[in-house]
């Protein structure tokens, strides 16, 4: 399925697979789809997130003292493929699991498994002739990250590789919920969109609905992640998928009546 927004702004919904359980995420996932949101970025457990704050770390954490493997995550979206077929859903990971399992067999299996799309979050775009000859010959889409510090020479880089959408790093440092937006947020979207017409999504940071409303005076979508990843730490495995679901819907019955 291609990835696209049909609304705006459109919804990105990080999950860790595996936390609480594989089974729990799968759940998860398509409530999250049902709620509302468009594309599932759906975390490979890494025990070195550099770029992830504490509450995704933990989840990490969580996933990898349960046993979790990229197979398995695989798996997790070989089943979310198969219940929603018509949602978007990249693998968020790092280049580490995906050296150790195999470039190739992971571009392969990645497809397979009904992937849209992958975001590797340390991939620096310099450095990515093999990574997009393999997203290239499987027909997965590369997302790329682009910060308010990139040069707009890297900027262009970023937007000619980038497939289904370019994510916008709403500020500098990892991921975490914030307090407010910036504004190197907008003028990041704006740089972007010089080079490039496929739609941003923006993230780092983004938690309530006055923050997703705030994104669609700019971008075309906004990414979820740890505030979902801390609501579902709160939760039990049984009622994690309705509580995400429930807030999926409150982010897009506020966030539409703020953009009024």
């Known amino acids: 399925m291609p990835i696209r ?3 705006k702004p ?27 949101a468009d594309v599932i970025e759906l975390g490979i457990p890494f025990s070195d997130p550099l770029g992830d704050g504490p509450i995704i770390q933990r989840a990490s954490e969580r996933a990898l003292s349960r046993g979790v493997k990229l197979a398995d995550v695989l798996e997790v979206a070989r089943a979310i493929r198969a219940a929603r077929p018509q949602a978007g859903l990249i693998l968020f990971t790092y280049l580490n699991p995906i050296l150790r399992y195999g470039l190739a067999r992971f571009a ?3 497809k397979a498994a ?21 997203m290239d010959r499987t027909g997965l889409a590369p997302v790329f990250l682009a910060a308010p510090t990139s040069s707009d020479e890297r900027l262009e880089a970023i937007a000619g590789h980038s497939r289904g959408f370019v994510y916008a790093i709403s500020r500098t440092g990892i991921t975490g919920k914030q307090q407010s937006m910036t504004a190197d947020a907008s003028a990041l979207v704006d740089r972007i969109h010089r080079w490039s017409k496929l739609p941003v999504a923006v993230g780092f940071g983004i938690s309530n609905a006055d923050h997703v409303a705030q994104v669609a005076e700019f971008a075309e979508a906004a990414v979820i992640g740890s505030a979902i990843v801390e609501l579902i730490e709160r939760s039990t495995p049984e009622t994690a998928p ?6 999926i819907k409150g982010l897009r019955q506020s966030s539409t009546a703020l953009a009024r």
């Not at 609480?20 to 509302?36: H, M, N, T, Y």
């Not at 991939?123 to 393999?134: H, K, N, T």
């Not at 309705?242 to 807030?247: D, H, K, L, Q």
């Open 5 to 7: 927004f049909d609304q």
């Open 10 to 36: 459109g919804l990105v919904v990080y999950i860790t697979a595996g936390d609480p359980s594989l089974d729990a995420s799968r759940a998860i996932a398509i409530e999250a789809i049902d709620a509302g």
């Open 108 to 110: 392969d299996d990645a």
């Open 114 to 134: 009904g992937a849209d799309g992958v975001l590797v979050i340390d991939m620096v775009v310099e450095e990515s002739a093999e990574y997009l000859r393999e």
């Open 242 to 247: 309705g509580a995400v679901a429930r807030f």
